[in-house]
């Protein structure tokens, strides 16, 4: 009999409460009345109409549809351990496909376990140290749910315990509700995520079905809707998701009787509800649709089904598993079939109607109704609603059905109409039914494979019954079993499981049975809770009683009372089995007579005032009767009782200590299953008798220990004097003082002492004073105890103090060696341990006494040795002799010497072969076999890892049924300190469980941690780095993880996070609370006001360029126009010419945004409530000094002079948005789209451009697409398409080639409509087809844009204007399409191409027009007059890139050819200039390997035979007969020309390199150019060639230098761009555009980006930069400007931008690459800085003397790298102590007597404060100068000042030398010295460690300060010594004696008892050691002894040891006498 862990308490469900407060659903009852009367009130009676019996689980009768169900919230440690290593392992595994393909691949194979860690049943914890966290309910009453957590305290009145409550209410009652696991709410990559970060997962869900819909609601406040379209009688939870049971009335179509799917799979909230496939025993597999099936369990963490069969009367399980693709089609073949012969015969079906039972929507459902009865059909409107009109029957529907059916006579429909014959409907939802398309079937995802049926063999048919309840159940020895209740014959059936969890689970044959009412699982205690029939709980595991419950009557007041006068009263007794007495306190006390039953009832009236009635005794004891359990959670259940009253009681743990668990876990390890039952029965009896409460640790373990002596069969009585002596000798006090209220120095001779509560001195035998009343039982006595405790477990044995005999029966008998064996190493592995110190006294002082009564020395020896006053226990306390000996098992393990860890560790590090492998047993000493692996690894390498322990298993204990540990391996080949984290990780070790190793091995272990440190593995996960304590490779280990979400750089801190900087920060960090008004005025609105970034600082700290580029950017403020008015003009001719010059000026304004695009691309994540301003564009002037504004109005100005400008206004504030901002959807754009119109929608499309750029239209929704297109609006539709077609770039997605196609006649068929579509509309579409199909080569595309490039002007007007523009944009999209692949697409040979863009290129005679417009252009046009020959004014462009592109860095020499420039004078004419400078161009894109950025290169690029007449006749020399007729113009021309060809060259192949030599070529260049105007080759090739060519070498050198901000070339540029008014008329809007673009280029979006090198972004850069631009705002002749932004394509961030981990700010730190193929390191600027291309990295360093180095390696964590760049995330590092920050410190001075410091080699003896206060930016350092070692202004004396020196010392070294983290070490090690009381792990320490560094000499240490810790050695032997000289004579008489003899100890004090043990300990002295030495014969001197005790095998240390006892006992004697006569009396004596 067992009591309850604490007072029942009445169970009221906590959301009784909410729930009636709640105001429920809101009813519409207008709506209803809308109705026909008739349908109404069936309506009305249809929604009363409770559908199933099982709807809802329990409902009580009573309470009116209300159930609940309560689970456990648990938070398991260990678990959360299993989780962090799982997650490592899928970092790991992640890492190695890179993060991509672990979206793709991994996921289909995660490890289901890792979201659902199974508790892995073989930990240390076997079944206890358990705590129930909490509980959460689910309570339903009618429409309302309520979610509470909390425990139901009632301890004061208001719920304190309830901390989280949320209401659900739907429209209709709630049918079921359940709480749901996470992986069926989270889809595969949520899952992965949850799985990756650190933080626990505790998303926690709950589901909710009412009559149509399946709601899933997330602790998160996600929430999911699902439909269900069929009436579901339950719903049942699996690994896999859902399982909806339909109802089984509902589940056949009467009259054509075609069975139904019953079993509905649902995988997550969003997925489709499949029908389950059912494999029966014979193998047959088809749809689960037998209604005499029904599942009666399954459970959210296995795949096991238990489902009961009714035809056979037996229940059966299967398991739930995928189904194959085989029997997918099976069974859409067997519903085929089955359709086909059901809709044979249909004549007859006309005119019947037939009747239905049931009035549910029977089987007309969108899912289940249509042609193969699973069709998903969504089109049928009416169908779903059936519910929703009342379906009336009035009226017949056969007339309907009858047309109807003939019309459709094998569509979906004539399988329906049969299910709906009897419902009204309206015709015309019938027609929209007829058209539905047959529907494809639904596919079933889930498979039941049949795996067992029950053995019902015997029993009669009537006894046959369907299992009320069922649950798995794992007992206390590891057997699983399925169990099921089958209540009306009152049989628990137990089924033994085998392989549980895995895919090979079997059942056995035969089950067990119990006799249970009722039963649950308590699955956390391993245990299952039995009503048995009479009514009391009993308590089983597996099949075996473990004990009965007794229960407490209610103790809180009854609810009646008001807390003033709470009378407290002994309610009823609940137990089943007795009636209203008053409990007794327990059955081993004597009992008080029982309280009468009138007494009873009088105190009831203090509770009513009404007097009760009264009631017969028979009828009082059938209400308390416990009827029924439930609600299991931990170690909670719920008592129903048949009043309906609830009692929630809780059961007691197995033990409350951990040493206790740890005891418990050895003796599963050792005892057989049924040896290990019969011990936990016994103990739990014994730990938890009735009327128990807590009990002290020492009470708990002097329980167990009786219990285990008893079981073993040594009952003895426990020795008083021994009780006594070991709590008044000890010298480590016992954790508690007052041991169940003996205090140290009361120790009464009658044993157990003096009581506490009423401080009388009791006899043992003397029954406690005071017999207290049940009712207040909070304060039990602890004379109780003692009583109960001498009652139970002493008297049998009588007091007296002698021995007995031993018990040869008893149960545990033959055990004993192997359970005293394990206990022992169990005892070593806890000195390992600094937490279990404090109890290793209570194990030392049992295995002591068994080591005594087993006579067994050595151990008796090893346990004196670590606790001293176990020397005065000699009594052996039971006779065991040697013929017990022979009876027992595993005697051999006691035969050896006992085991010590310690000793085993120094044999280890010393390097000892012959020694004896230490015993290691799963589970009970994992701590000590891991510390011998990793110290024999540090000390000897992985060869040697298994000598020194091995493994001991007892093949028939409990541990066989638990699965075995999985094995570790380590990589042979890595340097020993990886191989080392590699063990540490495997055995799941963190930096914290290091910590707590005892010193010694704390100093190996980290000794080569910290060597790890310095030379850390690569690519390692996020625990390796933090082992090591390298928190920056931790952080990096992340970084393929980096979410867009997690880099929010808005610039708000948020509140309580550290403000960490990243590319976006702002230069001040921004102010805590809200914009403070000063700051808002300085805001330009310039749309740059984010552009004062840190890093903009960083990078350019000296010089003012960022501020200037935003000057020069800044195109919202009106320009200064600077005209003085010179004397005789009049004013209106003065205001003209202001007019003018604004003119001027506002072609630059006008261009700037493309230039401002460029400067803030990508600086912005707006949230998605924030609305995004457009700075205005601002073409108004103002006078300096009077300051009016001056407009344009005097003079002429084309009127959409704003049109594009303000496009490209819209782009560039669309381009800030960055691609990773979140939630840039449809809604949002819409959201920001203009109200009002005007220039306002032209500024949108821009926006909407710059959108699509960044990718993000992909989310735009269809029907937006739809509206903006259906205006018409020109701007938009350019915007739209090519932001569309580039968000797409290279998909050939369907639905964007529609898109385009309409645009885009050539697409379209002939006999399409005419479109009148705008021509740059129709360029737009172009393009966007290219970029769309880009690297495609689609031969359909390809043939139309090659058609396009000749497309002739129309009959009309078509094609007449802008010609020029649409041909070349065929071009380039022909280029994009076939890029770089040349001929090789074979599809592609008979087109041609490259001859006919040949022809394009040169010209010839027309050819015939193929394609599908081929009609259309049959007649010339009326407008343009073209001849016969190709137009190559039109079409040359086009061509000729088309071909470079094409043949892009192909090399291919042919055409290569074609693009040569002419090389004399004749073919020179042939040519257009301008077209030399695009074959140029097309000449470097085919020969791309050839190009070089040298001089030499560029300037060969023009034929040499023209250049000799560059040089311009003067007009002296006269013109010479030859050179008459040289065309000095053309060739002029075609010399610059060339040359900017070149320069383009050269610009897109070093695009981003910052490329010196290019700089060089190109900067000689553009002076030379520069130089022209004026001079004779100006003239001759004119301003305006000159100028063009000259913008197209700026941008190249932009692009060589993007993203870097060269400051020269702001120079040229500021230079270039300051030419503006009338005396420039050649400087067009167009040269405007190419210079703030180079502008922009050079600081690309602020400095973060460059431009990447890939084929697909020099073909993008070509597109943008064409080198034909505009000549004013509205010139899209050549080129449409909208394409001028597509270089945003080509842009790659390569940043790499270091942050302080530490201060998490930006840091400047030099770095270096090794680029592939290289054998040194190049050092780059310093960082932050644009790295050079990675595909031509090897390796990038973090070299900085401040900071730890940091390596990316393109084989091991180059992925790291990529996405930090990627995502232009910072990337941390470490600065290394004593350093300061390059900005801090730029010379290194500060930091110089710091850095002396960390450099020294010597140690330093005296030290000055200051010189640490150096180094107090460090963590801890601060706080530990000013609290351990400033002093000032106190006295210390001298041993203070020498503690505080030592201490200073160590402390001074770990700071100065970087090693904070050895500072733990250094003074544990200097605590074990100077304790005042050594004890025997202290020696051990220092014997470790010496046995450590004298293996070595000191230089082998480089790591750690070998001079400290040999000063810590040094005065560690001398106290040593001391003790010696001292304690000679207790030493004398150890060594010359067998032992100490009692008499003898009592003599020597407690103090120099423990320390003679450390002296023994340390110089390794035996008991009787020197009785082999006989000195009697020959002279006695030194070298006498030494050779006498080398005889002995002793070692240096030891005779060290005996020579200077020999020294001290020759001073202590009184006698003075020499040497040899000294050891001859000695030697006498003994």
């Known amino acids: 009999m067992i009591a309850v862990a604490e007072p029942p308490l009445e169970f009221v469900p906590r959301g009784r409460q909410s729930s009636a407060e709640h105001p429920g659903p809101h009813d519409q009852p207008l709506a209803r009345h809308q109705l026909p009367t008739t349908e109404h009130l069936l309506l009305q009676r249809l929604q009363n109409v409770n559908i199933s019996s099982g709807g809802l689980e329990d409902s009580p009768s009573s309470g009116g549809q209300e159930s609940w169900t309560i689970r456990e919230l648990y938070d398991d440690y260990e678990a959360a351990e299993e989780r962090a290593a799982r997650r490592r392992q899928l970092i790991e595994r992640t890492k190695r496909c890179g993060p991509k393909a672990a979206a793709a691949t991994q996921l289909t194979s995660l490890p289901q376990s890792l979201l659902h860690p199974q508790v892995e049943r073989g930990r240390e914890e076997p079944m206890c140290d358990y705590v129930v966290n909490n509980e959460e309910e689910l309570y339903v009453h009618r429409n309302t749910v309520v979610w509470t957590q909390g425990f139901n305290d009632d301890d004061d009145d208001h719920e304190n315990g309830v901390y989280k409550r949320m209401c659900f209410t739907s429209d209709s009652p709630v049918r079921f509700a359940c709480f749901l696991n996470r992986s069926f709410v989270r889809g595969r990559l949520a899952q992965l995520k949850a799985a990756v970060q650190s933080q626990d997962d505790q998303l926690t869900a709950i589901c909710v079905m009412d009559q149509d819909a399946l709601r899933v609601y997330c602790n998160d406040g996600e929430d999911f809707l699902a439909n269900l379209d069929f009436p579901v009688s339950q719903v049942w939870q699996t690994k896999h998701g859902l399982l909806l049971e339909k109802d089984s009335s509902n589940a056949l179509i009467s009259h054509l009787s075609i069975p139904m799917p019953r079993l509905f799979s649902m995988s997550h909230p969003l ?334 009236h203090m509770l009513s005032p009404i007097a009760p009635q009264a009631v017969s005794y028979t009828q009082r004891q059938a209400h308390n009767v416990c009827k029924s359990l439930r609600d299991p959670a931990g170690n909670r259940l719920t008592l129903v009782y048949a009043t309906g009253r609830m009692l929630r009681i809780a059961l007691p743990l197995l033990n409350d200590t951990r040493l206790l668990t740890r005891c418990v876990a050895t003796l599963r390890q050792v005892l057989s299953p049924a040896q290990f039952l019969h011990f936990v029965i016994r103990w739990y009896s014994a730990r938890n008798p009735p009327g128990s409460r807590d009990y002290s640790i020492e009470q708990e373990w002097q329980l167990f220990r009786c219990t285990l002596l008893a079981l073993m069969g040594l009952t003895a009585a426990p020795d008083v004097e021994a009780g006594e002596g070991y709590d008044g000798r000890c010298a480590t006090p016992p954790l508690n003082a007052h041991f169940g209220g003996v205090g140290t120095a009361n120790a009464t001779g009658s044993g157990d002492g003096s009581n506490c509560s009423s401080n009388s001195t009791l006899g043992a035998q003397d029954e406690p004073k005071k017999r207290r009343k049940y009712n207040d039982c909070e304060d039990y006595t602890d004379d109780d105890w003692e009583f109960l405790l001498l009652q139970t477990t002493l008297a049998p044995c009588g007091a007296d103090g002698h021995s007995y005999s031993v ?388 003079i002429e100005f084309p009127a959409n002079m704003q049109m594009w400008p303000s496009f490209h206004n819209g782009v560039a504030t669309g381009l800030k948005i960055s691609p990773q901002a979140q939630d840039i959807d449809s809604n949002w754009i819409v959201y920001n789209k203009p109200k009002t119109q005007a220039n306002n929608s032209l500024e949108h499309a821009g926006f909407l451009m710059a959108l699509g750029l960044n990718g993000h239209l992909k989310t735009l929704s269809f029907m937006s697409v739809y509206k903006y297109l259906v205006k018409c609006d020109e701007m938009t539709n350019v915007g739209l398409l090519l932001g569309i077609s580039a968000a797409h770039r290279g998909t050939m997605d369907t639905k964007t080639t529609k898109l385009l196609s309409v645009h885009l006649e050539a697409l379209l068929p002939a006999t399409a409509m005419e479109l009148d579509i705008p021509q740059s509309t129709q360029v737009a579409a172009l393009m966007g087809i290219g970029l769309l199909y880009q690297g495609s080569a689609k031969r359909h595309i390809a043939e139309v844009l ?175 007969g030859e050179d008459g007729d040289v065309d ?253 920050s390059h900005l801090e410190d730029p010379d290194r001075l500060k930091s110089m007597l710091a850095q002396t410091l960390t450099m020294e080699q010597s140690i330093c003896w005296q030290i000055d404060m200051n010189d640490l206060q150096q180094f107090a930016s460090e963590r801890m350092i601060k706080q530990f100068l000013s609290r351990c070692l400033a002093t000032k202004g106190t006295d210390l004396s001298y041993p203070e000042l020498v503690k505080r020196h030592q201490m200073m010392l160590l402390f001074y070294n770990a700071v100065v030398k970087d090693r904070m983290h050895l500072l733990p070490v250094y003074l544990t090690l200097y605590d074990h010295v100077t304790k005042s009381m050594l004890n025997n792990i202290d020696v051990w320490q220092l014997k470790l460690i010496d046995a450590y560094l004298s293996r070595s000499q000191e230089s082998e240490h480089p790591l750690i300060s070998v001079e400290l810790i040999q000063m810590l050695q040094e005065l560690f032997k001398q106290a040593m010594e001391d003790s010696t000289r001292e304690l000679c004579l207790p030493l004398r008489e150890f060594l010359s004696r067998k032992r100490l003899e009692p008499s003898y100890v009592t003599t020597v004090s407690g103090p120099d008892l423990q320390r003679a043990f450390c002296v023994i300990n340390y110089y390794n002295l035996l008991p009787n050691m020197l009785s082999g030495v006989d000195l009697s014969a020959g002279t006695v001197n030194y070298m006498r002894i030494l050779y006498e005790f080398r005889q002995l095998n002793l070692g240096a240390h030891t005779i060290f040891g005996l020579l200077k006892i020999l020294q001290s006992l020759q001073t202590t004697e009184v006698v003075t006498l020499d040497e040899a006569a000294l050891l001859a009396y000695t030697m006498a004596t003994q």
């Not at 010179?1126 to 072609?1147: N, R």
Request: glycine share 6%; with cysteine; net charge negative.
């Open 807 to 1194: 018990n040869i029966s008893a149960p545990l008998f033959q055990m004993i060696p192997a359970i005293f064996f394990s206990l022992h190493l169990l005892y070593e592995d806890l000195k390992l341990d600094a937490v279990f110190y404090a109890a290793l006294p209570y194990l030392a002082t049992f295995l002591h006494q068994l080591a005594i009564d087993m006579q067994l020395d050595s151990y008796v020896l090893h346990y004196i040795l670590d606790f001293p006053e176990l020397c005065n226990r000699t009594g052996r306390q039971s006779l065991l002799g040697a013929e017990h000996g022979a009876m027992m098992l595993h005697q051999e393990l006691l035969r050896v010497p006992a085991p010590s860890v310690f000793a085993q560790l120094e044999h280890i590090v010393v390097g000892e072969e012959e020694v004896m492998p230490y015993s290691f047993v799963e589970c009970v000493n994992e701590r000590s076999r891991n510390l011998l692996q990793l110290v024999s690894l540090v000390v000897h390498g992985q060869e040697r890892l298994k000598h020194w322990w091995q493994l001991l298993e007892i093949p028939e204990a409990v541990q066989s049924n638990y699965p075995r540990r999985a094995k570790r391996s380590i990589t042979a080949d890595a340097p020993r300190c990886h191989q080392m984290l590699e063990l540490l990780l495997a055995m799941r070790l963190t930096r914290r469980d290091i910590e707590r190793f005892p010193a010694a091995v704390h100093l190996i272990v980290a000794e080569a941690l910290e060597e790890a440190r310095l030379s850390p593995p690569m690519g390692c996960s996020m625990a390796t780095y933090e082992l090591i304590l390298r928190p920056e490779l931790a952080a990096h280990a992340q970084l393929p993880f980096l979410d867009t979400t997690t880099s929010t750089s808005t610039g708000q801190p948020h509140c309580g996070r550290v403000y960490k900087e990243d590319s976006l920060s702002a230069r001040c960090p921004p102010s805590g609370g809200a914009e403070s008004a000063e700051s808002t005025e300085q805001l330009r609105h310039d749309d740059m006001d984010n552009m004062d970034t840190k890093l903009l600082r960083l990078r350019f700290p000296d010089d003012m360029r960022v501020e200037e580029v935003r000057r020069l950017l800044n195109s919202s403020e009106p320009v200064v126009i600077e005209v003085q008015q010179a004397p005789g003009t009049s004013d209106h001719e003065f205001i003209e010419e202001q007019e003018k010059q604004l003119f001027a000026l506002c072609s630059r304004t006008m261009t700037l945004p493309l230039g401002r695009g460029m400067f803030t691309l990508r600086t912005m994540m707006p949230r998605p409530s924030d609305s995004l301003a457009m700075p205005k564009l601002c073409l108004v002037g103002r006078e300096p000094l009077k300051g009016t504004t001056i407009e344009m109005q005097q």
């Open 1346 to 1520: 090659l058609q396009e490039i000749g497309r002739p002007p129309g009959p009309e007007m078509e094609n007449s204007v802008e010609r020029e523009s649409y041909a070349m944009t065929a071009g380039l999209s022909l280029g994009l399409v076939t890029l770089g692949q040349g001929e090789s697409p074979a599809g592609l040979r008979d087109l041609q191409l490259p001859d006919t863009l040949h022809y394009y290129m040169v010209g010839g005679v027309k050819r015939p027009i193929s394609g599908s417009q081929k009609e259309k252009y049959r007649l010339a046009s009326f407008q343009v007059r073209e001849g016969d020959s190709v137009n190559i004014d039109v079409t040359a462009p086009g061509a000729t890139l088309a071909l470079g592109l094409m043949f892009f860095g192909s090399g291919n020499a042919a055409i290569a050819e074609w693009m040569q420039p002419p090389d004399s004078r004749y073919l020179l004419d042939m040519v257009r200039p301008d077209f030399l400078l695009l074959r140029t161009i097309a000449r470097g894109l085919i020969l791309w390997q050839d190009i070089r950025p040298d001089s030499e290169w560029f300037h060969a690029q023009f034929p040499a035979s023209l250049r000799v007449h560059l040089r311009l006749p003067t007009r002296d020399e006269g013109s010479n």
């Open 1528 to 1780: 000095y113009e053309a060739i002029t021309q075609a010399y610059c020309n060339i040359m900017a060809g070149a320069a383009f060259c050269i610009g897109l192949k070093y695009a981003g390199t910052e490329d010196m030599v290019a700089f060089a070529t190109l900067r000689a260049v553009i002076k030379e150019f520069l130089g022209y105007p004026g001079t004779p080759m100006g003239e001759c090739a004119g301003r305006t060639t000159v100028e063009s060519c000259l913008m197209v070498l700026l941008i190249s050198i932009s692009l060589v230098f993007a993203g870097s901000g060269n400051c020269e070339i702001l120079r040229i540029i500021r230079y270039l761009r300051s030419r503006v008014g009338p005396q420039y008329p050649h400087i067009t809007y167009g040269s405007h555009m190419a210079i703030h673009m180079s502008l922009g280029l050079l600081f690309l979006g602020a400095g973060r980006f460059t431009i990447a090198k890939t084929p697909e972004s020099i073909a993008a850069l070509v597109c943008a930069f064409f080198p034909k631009f505009p000549i004013h705002s509205n010139d899209n002749r050549y080129h449409l400007q909208a394409l001028r932004h597509l270089y945003v394509l080509a842009v790659e961030p390569r940043l790499f931008l270091p942050r302080d981990i530490d201060t998490h700010q930006l840091c400047l730190a030099n770095i270096s690459v090794l680029e592939v193929g290289a054998t040194e390191l190049r050092r780059l600027p310093i960082a932050p800085c644009i790295l050079p291309v990675l595909s031509s990295l090897q390796r990038v360093v973090v070299d900085d003397e401040n900071y730890w180095p940091v390596c990316f390696d393109r084989s091991r964590n180059w992925h790291q790298l990529e996405k930090a760049l990627e995502m232009s995330a910072p990337i941390d590092i470490k600065k290394r102590t004593g350093c300061l």
């Open 271 to 604: 997925h489709e509800a499949c029908p389950v496939v059912l494999k029966t025993a014979t193998s047959s597999t088809g749809y689960m649709t037998e209604p005499e099936f029904s599942v009666v369990f399954t459970t959210e963490d296995s795949d096991l089904v238990l489902l009961y069969d009714a035809k056979f009367f037996k229940h059966f399980v299967a398991r739930l598993r995928k189904v194959t693709p085989e029997e997918v089609n099976y069974v859409g073949q067997q519903q085929q079939e089955l359709s086909q012969t059901l809709l044979g015969p249909r004549s007859q079906m006309g005119g019947n109607s037939y009747s239905f039972s049931s009035t549910k929507q029977t089987g007309a459902t969108p899912k289940a109704g249509n042609a193969s009865f699973l069709g998903r059909n969504n089109t049928t409107a009416g169908l779903g609603n059936l519910s929703k009109f009342g379906l009336s029957q009035s009226q017949s529907f056969s007339g309907v059905l009858g047309q109807s059916n003939r019309a459709s006579l094998g569509t979906p429909l004539s399988q329906l109409q049969s299910s709906i014959s009897q419902q009204s409907m309206s015709v015309k939802d019938m027609r929209k039914m007829t058209h539905v398309k047959p529907a494809k079937p639904i596919e079933p995802e889930m498979c039941l494979e049949h795996i067992w049926t029950e053995n019902t063999y015997g029993t009669q048919r009537e006894f046959c019954e369907m299992a009320t309840r069922a649950f798995i159940h794992t007992d206390l020895v590891g057997q699983t079993f399925l169990c099921y209740l089958l209540a009306r014959s009152c049989r628990l059936q137990m089924v033994r499981l085998t392989g549980y969890g895995s895919s090979e689970v079997q059942l056995s044959t035969l089950a067990a049975t119990l006799a249970a009412k009722d039963a649950v699982g308590l699955s956390r205690m391993h245990m299952i809770a039995v009503l048995d029939p009479s009514g009391s709980l009993i308590l089983y595991t597996g099949t075996v009683l473990i004990s009965k419950v007794h229960i407490t009557p209610l103790l809180a007041p009854m609810a009646t009372t008001t807390a003033a006068t709470a009378v407290k009263t002994p309610a009823a007794n609940h137990s089943g089995s007795s009636s209203f007495v008053e409990v007794r306190r327990s059955s081993l006390l004597p009992t008080k007579a029982p309280a009468d039953l009138a007494a009873f009832d009088e105190e009831l």
